[in-house]
């Protein structure tokens, strides 16, 4: 659905993107991640034609944004961080003159009606929308966005300044609208790209750091084979036996969590689980919890910003 092939871009003596390529597939949530200034806006800002690359090109279901904006721009919603809005206009109004100033050729009541149910705004189609709260103003920008259907769909921040609820209830919206759009989210919010996004590129230093998809970059780590245990008994003699144990590489106490159980994580070299399962059930001691170490999003994106692991970066695509 969108290909984009080697986008350079410079500013001055500032290089924005260095040779930047990936492809989005029909029907995929893509989350953009990166620290400011990495080169997410340049790019999404290159692929939705408001400025033009140095080098490479970009495709939207096929349509050069170069060779044929104009088509390849009909193809496109975009919401912008600031969604476009005019306050002192009612949202029938300023949906009606968007419709017009995109040239839509639809029927134009029908269209926005069945928008407006699918953002949940039909309710408020005749209020003026400065009166309306920062949730349904971030509704009518994305309802804009998605006038004449477009099949590409891209969000810059689309929760910025919403209150708990309202983040919610605006991801749910994008997981909905995914089922039937190719979407680009960018956003800070590594919890937010981790519940909505199929798959995620880290971009850094304006090159991608890392692409994957949202469940391979967020997966235990197998290498280690980490656990976190809670153990009932006397906690220097756990903590003696779980460093005995077979494989076993670093043992960290954290402490008592409960009166009289203690916990602790486990590094190893292999699966160590039903070792220290027979080694504990051999004392009067009681395993109450034992579990993986999951990787977060955040260790993932910390690690591939921070340049911690040179060879995550050689070989990013396993990530």
């Given at each position: 659905?969108i290909?984009?092939?080697?986008?350079?871009?410079?500013y001055?003596?500032?290089?924005a993107?260095?040779?930047?390529?990936f492809?989005?597939?029909?029907?995929?949530i893509?989350?953009?991640?990166?620290p400011n200034g990495?080169?997410?806006s340049?790019?999404?800002?290159?692929?939705?034609?408001?400025?033009?690359?140095?080098e490479?090109?970009?495709?939207?279901?096929?349509t050069d944004?170069?060779?044929?904006p104009?088509a390849?721009k009909?193809?496109?919603?975009y919401?912008p961080e600031?969604p476009?809005?005019?306050?002192d206009?009612?949202?029938?109004?300023?949906l009606?003159?968007?419709?017009?100033?995109?040239?839509?050729r639809?029927?134009?009541?029908?269209?926005?009606?069945?928008?407006?149910?699918?953002?949940?705004?039909?309710?408020?189609?005749?209020?003026?929308?400065?009166h309306?709260?920062?949730?349904?103003?971030?509704?009518?920008?994305?309802?804009?966005?998605?006038?004449?259907d477009?099949?590409?769909?891209?969000?810059?921040?689309?929760?910025?300044?919403?209150?708990?609820?309202?983040?919610?209830e605006?991801?749910?919206?994008?997981?909905?609208?995914?089922?039937?759009?190719?979407?680009?989210?960018s956003?800070?919010l590594?919890?937010e790209?981790?519940?909505?996004?199929?798959?995620?590129?880290?971009?850094?230093h304006?090159r991608?750091?890392?692409?994957?998809l949202?469940?391979?970059?967020?997966?235990?780590?197998h290498s280690?084979?980490?656990?976190?245990?809670?153990?009932?008994?006397?906690?220097?003699t756990?903590?003696?036996?779980?460093e005995?144990?077979?494989?076993?590489?670093?043992?960290?106490?954290?402490?008592?969590?409960?009166?009289?159980?203690?916990?602790?994580?486990?590094e190893?070299?292999?699966?160590?689980?039903?070792?220290?399962f027979k080694?504990?059930?051999?004392?009067?001691?009681a395993i109450?919890?034992?579990?993986?170490?999951?990787?977060?999003?955040?260790?993932?994106?910390?690690?591939i910003?921070?340049?911690?692991?040179?060879?995550?970066?050689?070989?990013?695509?396993?990530?």
């Open positions: 659905m290909k984009v092939k080697h986008i350079s871009k410079s001055v003596k500032h290089k993107l260095d040779d930047v390529s492809t989005i597939n029909e029907g995929e893509l989350g953009f991640l990166g990495a080169g997410k340049t790019t999404m800002n290159i692929i939705t034609g408001y400025i033009s690359s140095d490479g090109s970009v495709e939207i279901d096929g944004i170069f060779e044929d104009a390849a009909k193809k496109i919603g919401l600031q476009p809005l005019y306050n206009m009612t949202v029938q109004d300023y009606e003159f968007m419709f017009r100033l995109k040239k839509i639809l029927p134009m009541k029908e269209h926005i009606n069945s928008i407006c149910e699918m953002v949940k705004i039909a309710d408020v189609q005749g209020r003026v929308i400065k309306l709260s920062k949730g349904y103003r971030q509704r009518i920008g994305i309802a804009q966005a998605l006038l004449g477009p099949p590409v769909l891209i969000l810059d921040e689309p929760t910025v300044g919403l209150d708990p609820q309202q983040i919610i605006i991801r749910r919206l994008i997981r909905d609208i995914g089922k039937t759009h190719t979407i680009i989210l956003s800070h590594l919890s790209v981790q519940a909505v996004c199929d798959k995620i590129i880290v971009i850094n304006g991608i750091a890392a692409e994957g949202t469940a391979e970059m967020t997966k235990t780590g280690t084979s980490n656990i976190e245990l809670i153990v009932e008994g006397r906690r220097q756990i903590l003696s036996l779980l005995k144990t077979d494989g076993v590489k670093k043992v960290t106490d954290k402490g008592e969590c409960e009166k009289g159980c203690y916990e602790f994580t486990v190893s070299t292999k699966d160590i689980r039903r070792s220290i080694t504990i059930a051999r004392t009067d001691f109450l919890s034992m579990k993986p170490v999951a990787v977060s999003l955040e260790d993932t994106y910390l690690n910003i921070s340049g911690k692991s040179e060879e995550d970066k050689g070989n990013v695509s396993d990530i």
